[in-house]
C-alpha cells in the first residue's frame, strides 16, 4: 500500500530562491561604492593617480577640518582633501617656476 503524504521535516526556501534571473541586455546597477562617471571636458585633467606621501597627523587634521569648512561655507560637496592637495601643489610648483 503506497501512502503519499508530506515529509515531516522541510526545510525553509532560501531567499535567494526568489531572486529574478539577470538579463544581460540590462545595464549593471550602480554599486553602493562606485561612482557614476562624469564626462570630462577637453581642458580639464581628472584626479587619477593616488600620490602616498607622509605628513604629520597634526597636518592632516587641519587639512580635514579645512575640506570640511570649505564644504558647509560653499555648500560645494565636490570640494575633497585631494582637490584641495592638488589646488595647492599645483599654486606651489607654478610659485617656484616649476
Known amino acids: 500500500m ?3 503524504r508530506a515529509p ?6 532560501h531567499p535567494a530562491e526568489n531572486l529574478p534571473t539577470r538579463d544581460e541586455s540590462r545595464p549593471a546597477a550602480q554599486t553602493p561604492g562606485s561612482q557614476p562617471a562624469t ?9 587619477t593617480a ?6 604629520r597627523p597634526s597636518t592632516k587634521d587641519r587639512l580635514g577640518r579645512g575640506v570640511d ?5 560653499s555648500g560645494d560637496r565636490s570640494i575633497s582633501i ?3 592637495t592638488d589646488v595647492a601643489l599645483d599654486e606651489y610648483l607654478t ?4
Open 95 to 98: 610659485r617656484h617656476g616649476l
Open 50 to 55: 593616488q600620490h602616498n606621501v607622509r605628513i
Open 82 to 84: 585631494a582637490s584641495v
Open 2 to 4: 503506497n501512502v503519499n
Open 69 to 73: 569648512k570649505l564644504r558647509y561655507d
Open 8 to 13: 515531516a521535516i522541510t526545510r525553509p526556501p
Open 39 to 47: 564626462p570630462v571636458t577637453p581642458g580639464e585633467e581628472r584626479l
